[in-house]
């Protein structure tokens, strides 16, 4: 993980973050599956760094960290619904949070942590049974795989760029690798009916985009068709 990364994550860690429920996602998440739980291996090309906070989230009030990250060489500034963001020459720090009820067209304000994050559907998928993976000393918390799959999944339909479609496609198949067979199953049970409605279809659609990973694809839609019928 590069180091400039490493330090962006140390700040969350310093701070208690992770251990009050904000998460790491997106490509950087899918990283460090690779790199400790055998997900197969995928280039990274992103400069994002994603996370993912409760909404509500409980955890004390720290509005120290921003100012860490800028210690940290970034420059700080909001988009037109209000939400904040950090960056540098090389990254962009997102902040992200679920959308509730129909959605809004304002960023959700976190209190306690002195910032508004965008508000996205899905994205509670991943906050439920998230993991720790230590990374170099660091204990970061991470979407369990199998949310990460499933997610994945339901975002890939909703891409306007097929190249992004594509990546988000390919990540859930290969994270679909690492995960257990029951787990999933279990997991997609729960989703409401028109989510699984999407994410059988976006298997389906989809069956041939990745050749050498076919079989892989049918297991995995074999997998969750088999626990509905």
């Given amino acids: 993980m590069l180091d400039s990364v490493h330090q962006i994550l140390k700040v969350f860690e310093k701070n208690n973050l992770f251990n009050e429920g904000v998460e790491l996602i997106g490509s950087w998440s899918f990283l460090l599956y690779q790199k400790y739980l055998g997900a197969p291996q995928f280039p990274l090309r992103t400069q994002d760094i994603d996370f993912l906070i409760p909404n509500p989230f409980t955890g004390k009030p720290n509005q120290a960290f921003i100012d860490q990250l800028m210690e940290l060489g970034f420059q700080r500034d909001f988009r037109k619904d209000g939400s904040l963001f950090l960056y540098n020459a090389e990254l962009m720090i997102e902040f992200i949070t679920p959308e509730k009820g129909r959605g809004v067209d304002e960023a959700i304000r976190v209190k306690q942590l002195g910032l508004r994050a965008i508000p996205l559907r899905f994205v509670n998928l991943l906050l439920d049974k998230s993991i720790i993976i230590e990374d170099n000393g660091l204990k970061i918390r991470v979407p369990n795989p199998c949310n990460f799959c499933l997610h994945k999944l339901i975002v890939s339909s909703r891409r306007r760029k ?22 999933l199953q279990e997991l997609f049970i729960t989703l409401p009916k028109p989510w699984q409605k999407i994410i059988l279809n976006v298997l389906d659609k989809n069956m041939d985009v990745l050749p050498l990973e076919a079989d892989k694809i049918e297991n995995l839609k074999l997998t969750l068709q088999s626990i509905i019928l």
Avoid: G
Avoid at 172 to 183: G, L, P, Q, R, W
């Fill in 162 to 183: 097929p190249e992004k479609a594509l990546k988000d496609f390919q990540q859930a198949v290969y994270a679909s690798m690492i995960v257990e067979k029951k787990e």
